[in-house]
Structures are given as structure tokens and as C-alpha cells.
């Protein structure tokens, strides 16, 4: 037998396939049809690697099966050639990008070719042909006209000397991986893909397709679909709000007296003047009277409901410098409506400056309910198309956005900061929010220099690093506080970098008593630690001190076991429940006077036992805490302080493990909830506060940035949003 030689055997065979089309795919109704695709690769100057073969030999062996079992197989093949890859390739070599990418296509495809690949090179495209990537432009102009392609500002790893975005994974130190040097994370406009919208189906129909459970765990834990609440830290106001009404309206109507009163709640500052000649209204009439009888400056928010949004429209084009925002409500700013004629269609100037009005406000949201009778669903497209910002999607709760309480315009008029939470049980709990750094609020808030500069910082580290679950904590308070919505607490707010703009919202409620990410910041800073969820399991945890009459043996006799020892020689035990009365006497029989001891298991009980000898035994509950206290400082010879006992519990190590390891139980410092088992109280919060049902939530990829670079996530904010209608909790604007 004559030795194999590859350089002979194979070009001779490889010739007489491509001679004879033996791979090329036809019509044949007779047979069942197979579609075997890869992914198209890059036709770098470097041609092939060995990461190639072992992918394209998988697809190959796949489409060969399929043949021998005598399908029709349709195996193609293609070049992703588009971007800046080819356009760094070029400028580094001196090479013109539509040469540079001709040569290197020759060259990956005369490689495919000699490992025998049976693809049908009939089929082959090129993402840099016209005749190709017209379909992908049709196909863009489809998701953009549908709402689902937008462009918006973001935060992107960018490498000054590649000029080109990054991945995460791309950047390592710090640098990037391909030209070795610094990179910075700069604001770019990015094209988005809504893929949020479909993320229900994206997630149940992996039930439908004939994947390995590792592959389809995967795509779940990717797009990581979370059952939660969303809840609305409302910040406190900083400027003031000019609110204009509609057609044949007043300041007295609709949603406007209820409005005032909220917005003047959370410290704004609010004018709705009563507009001139509303049954027959002129715009550039009434946005006069507004300009001379308003303040308008960098904190103001404009909004305009109905006609008042052609009105607001003609201020903001008139205004000589810009303002923060403007909320368009039921707006329109082109003639026709849906049920009838208005005597203003054909009086009203509708040609504006656009462009002015763009220059002249920071922020534009338009809100849209689905719900409206009267203005058609286009022209909050139009408006958008000539103004950018953001659609709001909602149902209103009265027709046309004109009930006496309308939730969702108040909430795009006020400051608010919005968390997910997988755990609204615990709201109680939460003593401060933390802020990835590049949350958009902290443009709007007051921070000092100590605050920017370390936002500037965190904004170099990649996202991999700042995941690392093992390296200490950093954080910086911005000196805002918000309101707690369930129990009306001021919390601090503070930003840090282990909190990821892409994932939730961006934002996190901080339980540290139930959270160890959140108990590790908490102590290294000092904060409030109060459990919520007493955690119900078939032991108790306590320590022993004043031990020196209590021997191991006693500790066994009620079925004690001491699970370790502190520095000072404290025992950290755990015992049976139902040993509980058995090692109280124990306690008051042996421990030492001028100690006291507490234990967690039902309830967090405290002994005392004073120096004559007497015991005191207290239940732990917001009306001992105090009391409990005092006691713990007098016995330690320590002057009183107004620490709450259960930021102590809390923040102590032993107990604080004891409460993170267990995530159920039932509710202590929740008010009326006290009591009742979390998993009911997450239902029940959310019910009298929302009146809504749960809501999914999409913490990980929200859409997909179109840079070949990598993927992104926009934010919490959608283009075109669909206003979650689940959880919901009105909180300080309720």
C-alpha cells in the first residue's frame, strides 16, 4: 500500500469536487432539506487559526452526516467583513480597506478550501458587497421603524490609538488587548436592538428545541429572567416645574391640582398658569404669555399636555438658553386626530424650529397611552423622529391622559431612582442605595469633587474586575439622601463600583443584613444593619459569655454544640429549638453576674443578670430595643448611645452570617408585616402598595450593541420603553 501523501492525494480530489459541483446544493423537492450554518468568519490579514478548524470541522461533520442520511443539505459559507477591524488593518498596512479585504478573503478561502471543507461555494457572500448589505439596511429600516433599532448615548470602552469601541473581555489592565495601550471609557451614540421585548419567548421557547440542558441553562442564565419588584426612590427636587394644560383646559382639571400638590411635596417649585383664549388656542399666543410670566432656566421641567404640548413646543423654540427637560403628554405636533376635527387645526402655525427646540433641552420624553381616542400613535413617532428622546408606552388612567391622578406623567416629571428587586420583602431593611457610577442621576445631582473623581476612576476598571467578588469594597457617599418608601427613612445614597450600570437598572436597594455584598460595604463604611427576615430553622445560634461556671458538658446537656471560639474566648454555639427553655435555665443558673447573653431563634431573647444576682429577660422587639440597650451599655460601663440593638445583631459577624445564610423566614421591623412568612409578605407588600401583579425583569443584556466589538446594554432607560406594569411602588409620589 502506497504511503499517504496529503500534498498529492488531497488537491486531486479537492479539483475534482469543486469540478464537479458535488457539494452545491439544488433544488430537490424529493429529499428533506437541512440548513447546516456557522458563523461567518473575519478575514483577517493573519487568515486562519487552529480556532477555525476545530469550529468549521464540527459544521463540517454535521453537513456530511446529513448527506450520507440523504438530505438535501445547504452548507454555505460567508465573510463578516464589515468594520473596524478592516479599517485599522488598512490604516496599519498602508492597504485601501476594499483591497486589503479582497486579498484577505483570496487567502482564508484558498485555506478552507485545502482543509476539504464541503461547502457550496456557489452560495458564498461578503458582508462589504452592495449587493449584500442593501438587505441588511432593509432590514435595519424594518427594526427602526418598528421601534425596536434606536441610537442613545452610552459609555463605552474605547482605545484612542485603535480607535475603535471594546468589549469588556477585550480590555486586560486596564489596556487594550490588541495595541497594548490605555484605553478610557467615552460616551459614543450606539445603535441598540430592543431584544428585551422578545425575552419572554427568547426564554420559554428553549423549551422547544432539541438542545443539550447545559446549552439551554446557558441561554436562560443569559437572559437571566427574574421575577421582582421595581421601586421608586424619589430624590429630592432641585428646580422647578412649568406645567401647561390643554385644549379648553385650566390648572383646575385633570391630572394638574393633584400634580401640584406632589411635585410641591417632594420640594419643587411649581407653576400651571391658566392660558389665554383655550377654546380657540394659538400656540405662539399662549407660549408668550408662558415666557413672560415664568422662570426658565437650566432646572426647569417643561410639560405639555394636549395642545399645551404645541404650546410648550413654541417656549422651549423661543427660550434663549436650555432647560432640563421637557415631557410631552398626549402630544402631537402635526394636524388630524382620530375622533374628530379641532377648530386649532387649521389656525395653528405647525412649522417649528426643531433643530432650536433641540438645542434648547436636555432631556425630551414623550408619553404615549395606548388608551388615547383622540391622537394617533404616529405622532409621538414624529415627534421623536424630529426631537430624539425617549417614548413612553403606557396605559393612561383616563382617556387621552386625563384622569385626576395620573401616575406615569408624574413619574417622567420627578427625579426618581428606580431599583429591581427579586426581594420587595426586605424593603424594610434597606438602609442605603448604591449607584453604579455611571448612573444617569449623577449628572443631575449636586457631587462633589471626591465623588467625580472617583466615578472617573471606577470608570477604568472593566466590569470583570469590578465583578470580582473577592476584592475589598470601595464606595464614595454622594451627600443626597432619599426617602425609604416603606418606612419613610432617609437613606444616603453612595456609589460604588461592584454595582454594574447594565444589570437592573443600574441601581440597588442595599439589605445588608440580607446581602453579603451589601453587609461587607455596610461595615467597611459604617452603615445600618437591620435584619428583617428572622430566619426559620430548627436550631438557635448564641454566644456565651460570663462562661466561666458553664462547662462543655453543660452545654451539651441541652444539645448544645460550640461551633468555634472568639479572640476573647467567647463560645459560639448553636442548640435545638425545642432545647430553648432548658438553656435559658441553663443561663440564668450559671452565667456569671454582670453578663448577659441573647440568642436567636424564634425570637432574639436577651437574660441579663445583674451584680445581686437577678435576671431580667427581655424579647427583642422595636419597643425593648431601647431598653435593651441602655441595659447592654450600663452592664459594659459604656455611656449610652442611640444605636439600635438590631443594627448590633446585625453587624456582628456571628449573627450576621446566621442571617445572610438564610434567605426565608418570617418578618421582624416591617410593621404590620411582622410576622408573616417572607415569600407571603412579598406578595402581600407588593399588593397593598402596587395593587399590581409581578412583572419580569431582565437584569443582564437588554439589547445588543450593533459594534462587532462586543455587545452592550443601553441602561435602564429603552428608546421606546413599555412602562412596566407589575410591581410598582408609588412611594413618596403615591
Not at 417649585?269 to 383655550?278: I, R, S
Not at 431563634?601 to 451584680?611: L, N, Q, R
Request: charged residues 25%; aromatic residues 12%.
Amino acid at each position: 500500500m502506497k504511503r499517504y501523501n496529503p500534498k498529492v492525494i488531497e488537491p486531486k480530489w479537492q479539483a475534482v469536487w469543486e469540478k464537479s459541483k458535488i457539494y452545491q446544493a439544488t433544488e430537490d423537492k424529493t429529499k428533506p432539506k437541512r440548513y447546516v450554518l456557522e458563523y461567518f468568519p473575519y478575514p483577517s490579514g493573519a487568515a486562519m487559526h487552529v480556532g477555525h478548524v476545530r469550529n468549521y470541522t464540527i459544521g463540517d461533520a454535521i453537513a456530511r452526516y446529513n448527506r450520507m442520511q440523504g438530505n438535501n443539505v445547504l452548507y454555505p459559507m460567508g465573510w463578516d467583513a464589515f468594520g473596524l477591524p478592516a479599517e485599522n488593518y488598512a490604516i496599519k498596512t498602508g492597504i485601501s480597506p476594499q483591497e486589503a479585504v479582497a486579498r484577505n478573503v483570496e487567502n482564508f478561502k484558498q485555506q478552507l478550501m485545502q482543509m476539504g471543507f464541503s461547502y457550496d461555494w456557489s452560495r458564498e457572500i461578503n458582508s462589504t458587497d452592495p449587493s449584500y448589505y442593501k438587505w441588511t439596511q432593509w432590514f435595519f429600516l424594518l427594526l427602526y421603524k418598528k421601534g425596536l433599532a434606536y441610537q442613545e448615548e452610552s459609555l463605552q470602552w474605547w482605545c484612542p490609538f485603535d480607535k475603535t469601541v471594546l468589549a469588556n473581555e477585550q480590555v486586560e489592565d486596564g489596556r487594550c488587548w490588541r495595541c497594548g495601550n490605555l484605553v478610557e471609557k467615552k460616551a459614543l451614540k450606539q445603535w441598540f436592538f430592543r431584544i428585551t421585548d422578545y425575552a419572554d419567548r427568547l426564554a420559554d421557547d428553549l423549551d422547544n428545541i432539541n438542545w443539550s440542558e447545559a446549552i439551554k441553562a446557558m441561554q436562560r442564565n443569559w437572559i437571566g429572567r427574574s421575577q421582582g419588584a421595581e421601586i421608586n426612590f424619589v430624590v429630592p427636587t432641585i428646580g422647578n416645574y412649568v406645567l401647561l394644560h390643554g385644549f379648553t383646559g385650566s390648572s383646575k382639571n385633570n391630572f394638574f391640582p393633584w400634580a401640584i400638590k406632589q411635585l410641591e411635596d417632594v420640594g419643587g417649585t411649581v407653576y400651571v398658569p391658566d392660558l389665554p383664549n383655550t377654546k380657540k388656542p394659538d400656540a405662539k399666543e399662549q407660549a408668550e404669555f408662558v415666557v413672560k410670566s415664568a422662570k426658565f432656566d437650566k432646572n426647569t421641567v417643561l410639560l405639555g399636555h394636549s395642545y399645551g404640548s404645541v404650546s410648550a413646543l413654541r417656549v422651549v423654540e423661543s427660550l434663549k438658553g436650555p432647560i432640563k427637560k421637557l415631557v410631552l403628554a398626549g402630544s402631537f405636533a402635526e394636524p388630524g386626530f382620530l375622533d374628530r376635527e379641532r377648530n386649532f387645526e387649521a389656525t395653528t402655525d405647525w412649522n417649528f424650529d426643531f433643530e432650536k427646540i433641540k438645542k434648547n433641552v436636555e432631556e425630551v420624553v414623550i408619553l404615549r397611552a395606548d388608551n388615547d381616542s383622540a391622537v394617533p400613535r404616529e405622532r409621538a413617532d414624529f415627534l421623536r423622529e424630529k426631537l430624539g428622546g425617549t417614548i413612553v408606552d403606557f396605559t393612561a388612567e383616563g382617556n387621552h391622559i386625563t384622569a385626576k391622578h395620573e401616575p406615569i406623567v408624574l413619574e417622567n416629571l420627578i427625579d426618581a431612582i428606580s431599583v429591581f428587586t427579586t426581594r420587595p420583602d426586605t424593603i424594610y431593611g434597606a438602609t442605603f442605595l448604591v449607584l453604579a457610577p455611571e448612573h444617569k442621576i449623577l449628572n443631575k445631582l449636586s457631587i462633589s469633587k471626591e465623588v467625580k473623581d472617583y466615578i472617573e476612576q471606577a470608570e477604568r476598571k472593566s466590569e470583570i474586575d469590578r465583578m470580582e467578588t473577592e476584592r475589598e469594597k470601595t464606595g464614595v457617599f454622594t451627600g443626597v439622601y432619599v426617602t425609604n418608601p416603606a418606612n419613610k427613612e432617609k437613606i444616603p445614597i453612595w456609589v460604588a463600583d461592584y454595582v454594574l450600570p447594565g444589570y437592573g437598572t443600574g441601581a440597588i436597594m442595599a439589605v445588608p443584613a440580607h446581602d453579603e455584598r451589601d453587609w461587607e460595604f455596610a461595615k467597611k463604611f459604617k452603615l445600618p444593619i437591620v435584619p428583617v427576615i428572622l430566619p426559620q430553622v430548627d436550631f438557635c445560634v448564641t454566644y456565651i459569655m460570663g462562661e466561666k461556671n458553664i462547662t462543655k458538658s453543660d452545654i451539651k446537656d441541652v444539645g448544645g454544640t460550640i461551633v468555634d471560639v472568639t479572640d476573647s474566648g467567647f463560645l459560639k454555639v448553636e442548640f435545638p429549638k425545642e432545647r430553648a427553655k432548658d438553656f435559658e435555665k441553663l443561663i440564668i443558673q450559671k452565667m456569671e453576674p454582670g453578663f448577659w447573653n441573647e440568642y436567636i431563634g424564634d425570637e432574639v431573647v436577651f437574660i441579663f443578670k445583674h451584680k445581686d444576682g437577678n435576671t431580667q429577660r427581655f424579647v427583642l422587639k422595636i419597643k425593648t430595643d431601647k431598653e435593651i440597650g441602655r441595659l447592654g451599655h450600663k452592664f459594659n460601663n459604656q455611656e449610652y448611645t442611640d444605636e439600635s440593638v438590631w443594627e448590633w445583631i446585625g453587624a456582628n459577624a456571628f449573627y450576621g452570617a446566621f442571617f445572610l445564610a438564610n434567605k426565608e423566614g418570617l418578618l421582624i421591623n416591617s410593621d404590620k408585616y411582622d410576622g408573616l412568612p417572607s415569600a407571603e409578605a412579598r406578595e402581600k407588600i407588593v399588593a397593598d402598595l402596587a395593587k399590581q401583579k409581578a412583572n419580569p425583569n431582565y437584569p443582564l443584556p437588554k439589547m445588543w450593541c450593533s459594534a462587532r466589538a462586543g455587545r452592550s446594554t443601553a441602561g435602564s432607560t429603552a428608546r421606546t420603553q413599555k412602562v412596566r406594569t407589575g410591581w410598582r411602588w408609588p412611594g413618596a409620589i403615591s
